[in-house]
């Protein structure tokens, strides 16, 4: 039984150090530095005990096993985890092939800023409708661009910093 509960600890020591280092990651790009700074430290610790309980008994496979096994584990929890937070906040650009000022009215009576920029594309006059948004608020928005037109082209940006503008808040639902 012991042997057991040394397996599930480096298990999950190691999801936790790599769902940990995603999460760092993300906050260093964000440019959240002592977030960053915090969440390393509790990512080391966790690591040098899992490396060290492996390194003690290499002569156990399962030990390897367990410690790979909580790495890829904790790759896809990190993302999920990530996922869930959608921290930070995008552009999104977008080319209706349809009436663009009916899916303007539509996106700023629901709260939306928007920019159009007039440009010229392949069929003509394009209207390039440029949004700026928390993540968390592209799964609405993307439900709102497919009830007006599902062929519209559209690309997501991640952005690192925003000054000025208009941002209200949006309606509920």
Same mark, same amino acid.
């Given at each position: ?46 690591w ?45 650009? =977008?080319?209706?092939?349809? &009436? ?6 539509? *996106?700023? $009576? %629901? ?5 159009? /920029? ?12 440029? =949004?700026?948004?928390q993540? &968390? ?6 439900? *709102?661009? $497919? %009830? ?5 082209? /559209? ?8 000054r ?8 509920? &639902?």
């Open positions: 039984m012991e042997g057991l509960i040394g397996y599930l600890l480096i298990f999950m020591a190691k999801v936790s150090d790599v769902s940990l280092a995603t999460i760092r990651m993300i906050m260093v790009v964000k440019g959240k530095r002592i977030h960053a700074a915090v969440i390393g430290f509790f990512e080391v610790s966790i040098i005990l899992a490396v060290g309980s492996v390194l003690s008994n290499l002569d156990d496979p399962i030990n390897v096993i367990m410690y790979a096994s909580g790495f890829a584990t904790g790759n896809y929890v990190g993302i999920m985890i990530e996922e869930k937070m959608a921290l930070g906040s995008l552009v999104v650009q =977008v080319i209706s092939y349809k &009436k663009a000022e009916e899916l303007v009215t539509i *996106l700023r $009576d %629901e709260g939306y800023g928007v920019t159009v /920029v007039e440009g010229y594309g392949r069929s003509g006059v394009n209207h390039l409708l440029n =949004v700026t948004i993540r &968390k608020q592209l799964g609405r928005l993307n439900q *709102l661009l $497919d %009830e007006h037109d599902q062929k519209a082209f /559209v690309t997501v940006m991640d952005t690192r910093a925003i000025g503008g208009f941002f209200s808040r949006l309606k509920r &639902k």
